[in-house]
């Protein structure tokens, strides 16, 4: 049986030729030379034109060609692939977003960098210069904020597992130390005696708002009761004085209802503290927990219109905050938003390594970012876009990163062009959690950089070298 190429043209010669000096199937050649276009099985491909159905339109993705004004092919040039990018006027204006939605309803307000959404130094320290706190869960997020000059008394130390050594340091430096457990309570105790004074803390809660799952593991439980047993034993020899309550619900929370369930719950609490256990309460604290402008996978919207804004964020915790305390200065109150600040400022830049077609007929392009670097794609469709302007077919494609590992999959289905070798997407928003919990497995870690107001772009993260992974081996 002859191939396509064969049945034109007698068996073992030429192919049969147009006037223009192409074969029939398109290949320029001289008469005579037996050259053929390899033999490619046919592929039915659904072509998507922007058409409306009963879900929306289905629209392919607009190319990013320059981030703040720099393009994409001068940043790969100079920082090579893959390049974490982040832009520094979105930072900024997301920061002062949050601070003028909650700051124009309720005076008394303070917010605090989470480190652990993304704890490079510079990151850290656009935040700081607008005024946030630092919120840290460990030892070593600690010591990065002080690091970072942040002080003691500005720093809010969260997390389940704080050392000793660590701890007691944070109490003399004044920080704010949000109790998770017994054994933390008895620690906490023990510090007191050493420094001959009381300890100042906070008492970290978990509580019921109707969301699922609810998140039970951080804290004292409210409605069990522990909660107001743990502050019974926290207070019960005057070595503690209990100055704040702490409750972080959960996280890419898309409603605001349960921020108003919170707030209420930790009002009351707060209240009973203070009436029932003479405690010198001054400040509540809701966590964080923000949505950003991203596409968890099993949500049917394709845009993300449907996300609050912080305004809608604000308006639900600062009015049942003011309804708790009315003809009372109400306490002071802080946040600890991470994600929803700086999702949206990070970009990824990765090139395509090559492409192939799997026995089930779809197209896959393999990039030179996988899993590796992008810990988040696990929850959402990050969005992928071209780098430059194309026409003609897009097509359904799977992205594969670079690891030797069937679960190294960045987008199990994704809208693109006909993009070959050495070509760049963008995959964003990519800002928040991606860095810090990035991993150290089969490549090195890529450059980051920073994109300032005046489209001046800063390393603010060289790219690994093997001195890096050897320095440390003995």
Avoid at 98 to 119: D, E, G, H, I, V
Avoid at 442 to 453: D, F, Q, R, T, Y
Wanted: neutral net charge.
């Amino acid at each position: 049986m002859k191939n396509n190429n064969e049945q034109n043209s007698p068996a073992g010669g030429p192919s049969a030729r147009n006037t223009d000096g192409t074969d029939v199937h398109g290949l320029r050649g001289t008469a005579g030379a037996g050259a053929r276009k390899p033999y490619a099985r046919p592929v039915i491909r659904k072509q998507y034109m922007g058409a409306a159905n009963k879900f929306g339109g289905y629209s392919v993705p607009e190319p990013v060609l320059s981030i703040d004004g720099v393009s994409i092919a001068e940043l790969v040039s100079k920082f090579g692939s893959p390049l974490f990018v982040y832009s520094e006027n979105t930072l900024r204006r997301k920061v002062r977003e949050l601070n003028q939605a909650f700051s124009s309803r309720y005076p008394s307000f303070q917010a605090a960098w989470s480190y652990k959404t993304n704890y490079l130094d510079a990151i850290c320290n656009v935040f700081h210069s607008e005024g946030s706190w630092a919120e840290v869960v460990s030892g070593f997020e600690y010591l990065k904020a002080r690091h970072n000059g942040i002080p003691g008394d500005k720093i809010i130390f969260n997390g389940p597992y704080k050392t000793y050594e660590i701890l007691k340091r944070a109490v003399s430096e004044g920080a704010r130390i949000h109790a998770d457990h017994l054994d933390e309570i008895r620690d906490l105790k023990k510090i007191s005696d050493e420094l001959g004074r009381p300890v100042e803390i906070a008492l970290r809660l978990n509580l019921d708002t109707g969301m699922v799952p609810q998140w039970s593991r951080f804290g004292f439980n409210l409605e069990s009761g522990h909660a107001l047993e743990a502050a019974r034993i926290a207070t019960s020899d005057g070595k503690l004085k209990i100055i704040g309550v702490h409750s972080h619900i959960g996280t890419f929370m898309y409603e605001t209802g349960p921020y108003k369930k919170a707030a209420d719950k930790v009002s009351k609490f707060y209240k009973q503290l203070r009436e029932e256990l003479s405690q010198p309460v001054r400040y509540i604290d809701l966590g964080g927990g923000f949505a950003s402008k991203n596409k968890l996978k099993a949500h049917y919207k394709a845009d993300c219109s449907w996300i609050p804004s912080f305004d809608a964020y604000a308006e639900a915790i600062c009015d049942t905050l003011y309804e708790n305390f009315p003809g009372e200065e109400p306490p002071q109150l802080f946040l600890e938003t991470g994600r929803a600040l700086v999702d949206e400022a990070g970009f990824l830049i990765s090139s395509v390594a090559g492409s192939k077609m799997l026995a089930s007929g779809q197209r896959a392009l393999i990039l030179d970012a996988g899993v590796n670097l992008l810990y988040t794609s696990t929850w959402y469709d990050l969005k992928v876009s071209p780098t430059q302007h194309y026409s003609g077919a897009w097509e359904d494609v799977i992205l594969y990163g670079p690891l030797c590992m069937n679960i190294d999959v960045v987008r199990e289905k994704c809208l693109l062009p006909n993009l070959h070798r050495g070509e760049q997407v963008v995959i964003h928003p990519v800002g928040a959690y991606n860095v810090t919990q990035s991993m150290q497995f089969i490549e090195m870690k890529p450059a980051v950089v920073l994109v300032s107001p005046k489209g001046e772009v800063k390393l603010i993260k060289r790219r690994e070298t093997m001195e890096d992974m050897v320095a440390m081996e003995s």
